[in-house]
């Protein structure tokens, strides 16, 4: 379990965290899908994807390696 992905995966509601990875898991997921929720992730992942890029990431490197 990756802590901090679980955390942008929850906290911007971006998609789902697999908690069995099995095939059966997996396959449960997959037919549980709601399409409105799918649809969902996909305006949350164009906000994520404004905050968390290159060039707003490579600001914040900027910005700590400034105050080093």
């Known amino acids: 379990d990756l ?3 679980r955390r942008l995966v929850e ?3 971006i998609g789902y965290v697999l908690e069995d990875n099995t095939p059966d ?3 449960q997921l ?3 899908l709601d399409p409105r929720e ?3 992730f996909k305006n949350n992942l ?3 994807n404004k905050i968390y890029n290159w060039e ?3 600001k914040t490197l ?3 390696y400034a105050e080093l």
């Open 3 to 5: 802590v901090e992905f």
């Open 11 to 13: 906290q911007y509601k």
């Open 25 to 27: 898991g997996i396959a």
């Open 30 to 32: 997959v037919e549980s």
């Open 38 to 40: 799918a649809s969902g």
């Open 46 to 48: 164009n906000a994520f």
């Open 56 to 58: 707003e990431q490579e």
């Open 62 to 64: 900027a910005r700590i």
